[in-house]
């Protein structure tokens, strides 16, 4: 049932918190002065309502109302325990996508350093990486062709980043590049937890005719600090969420959307 529906009737806390997730998860964010009109209750109440909901992780608190739930900087290795079966399939999906001849991006993430397992062994294309676990992975590959980006090292999330690895990304032409996700929301955008991995993506995004999101369904609809860009720029989604309510807004994006 819809909130408006029973918005005389939202008299209970864990109710209106529960309609407030639900429109939050349709909307995109809300306002308190929304809420309050929605729901005939005073402004101060609703902000007690977000305040709770923020200190429990549900939302992200911002001036005036909510946005979805911030995502949490989780470094390399313990995000290598984490999902590990959806990254499986989202890995295999992407493997499956590169083709002989291509000159393919491929960034840091622990799903994208899975697509290593996945790689035909005949495929021939050249791989472009920032990740040294990935170029260590590939090592062994009878025909892979393996370009590693030389960089600034960042450690928590085993990728370089930094000028060096930015001019050359934008020395290339990319056929595919697929894009490690941190956080992904249809409106906030394609965010990350350091600014220098931004600038990075951003490249790479610019440098590639396709540009492929991979993520799984904890990351959707949440944000971090420092925006790559819009949704939009990405091409397809590669996930393992199903839920129409959660894919179709990147649909109405123009994003092709596979779903593992």
Same mark, same amino acid.
């Given at each position: 049932?819809?909130?408006?529906?029973?918005?005389?009737?939202? $008299?209970?806390?864990?109710?209106?918190h529960?309609?407030?997730?639900?429109?939050?998860?349709?909307?995109?964010r809300?306002?308190?002065?929304?809420?309050?009109? #929605?729901y005939?209750?005073?402004?101060?109440?609703?902000?007690?309502?977000? #305040?709770?909901?923020?200190?429990s992780?549900?939302?992200?608190?911002?001036?005036?109302?909510?946005?979805?739930?911030?995502?949490?900087?989780?470094?390399?290795?313990?995000r290598?325990?984490i999902?590990?079966?959806?990254?499986?399939?989202?890995?295999r999906?992407?493997?499956?996508?590169?083709?002989?001849?291509?000159?393919?991006?491929?960034d840091?993430?622990?799903?994208?350093?899975r697509i $290593?397992?996945y790689?035909? #062994?005949?495929?021939?294309?050249?791989?472009v990486?920032?990740?040294?676990?990935l170029?260590l992975?590939?090592?062994d590959?009878?025909?892979?062709?393996?370009?590693?980006?030389?960089g600034?090292?960042l450690?928590? $999330?085993?990728?370089?980043?930094?000028?060096?690895?930015?001019?050359?990304?934008?020395?290339?032409?990319?056929?595919?590049?697929?894009?490690g996700?941190?956080?992904?929301?249809?409106?906030?955008?394609?965010?990350?937890?350091?600014?220098?991995?931004?600038?990075?993506?951003?490249?790479?995004?610019?440098?590639?005719?396709?540009?492929?999101?991979l993520?799984?369904l904890?990351?959707?609809?949440?944000?971090?600090p420092?925006?790559?860009?819009?949704?939009?720029?990405?091409?397809?989604?590669?996930?393992?969420a199903?839920?129409?309510?959660?894919?179709?807004?990147?649909?109405?994006?123009?994003?092709?959307?596979?779903?593992?």
């Amino acid at each position: 049932m819809k909130p408006e529906a029973e918005a005389g009737q939202i $008299a209970l806390k864990e109710e209106r918190h529960q309609y407030i997730l639900e429109l939050l998860g349709s909307e995109r964010r809300v306002l308190a002065a929304d809420l309050s009109s #929605r729901y005939r209750v005073s402004e101060d109440t609703i902000r007690r309502d977000l #305040r709770e909901l923020a200190s429990s992780g549900k939302i992200q608190r911002v001036h005036g109302g909510a946005l979805p739930r911030r995502a949490e900087a989780v470094p390399f290795v313990s995000r290598q325990q984490i999902d590990m079966e959806s990254k499986i399939g989202i890995a295999r999906a992407a493997a499956d996508m590169i083709r002989d001849g291509q000159v393919v991006l491929i960034d840091g993430g622990t799903t994208n350093l899975r697509i $290593a397992s996945y790689l035909s #062994r005949e495929c021939s294309a050249t791989i472009v990486t920032n990740s040294p676990p990935l170029a260590l992975a590939l090592a062994d590959h009878p025909k892979l062709s393996v370009l590693m980006l030389g960089g600034n090292f960042l450690k928590e $999330a085993r990728v370089t980043t930094g000028i060096e690895t930015i001019r050359r990304v934008e020395s290339i032409r990319a056929d595919l590049c697929f894009l490690g996700m941190c956080s992904l929301h249809p409106e906030v955008g394609i965010t990350v937890g350091d600014q220098e991995e931004a600038y990075v993506k951003q490249a790479m995004i610019g440098a590639s005719t396709e540009v492929v999101g991979l993520i799984s369904l904890g990351k959707m609809g949440t944000s971090l600090p420092y925006l790559v860009g819009p949704a939009s720029r990405l091409t397809r989604l590669i996930t393992d969420a199903s839920d129409e309510d959660v894919l179709n807004p990147y649909r109405s994006l123009g994003i092709e959307v596979t779903s593992t």
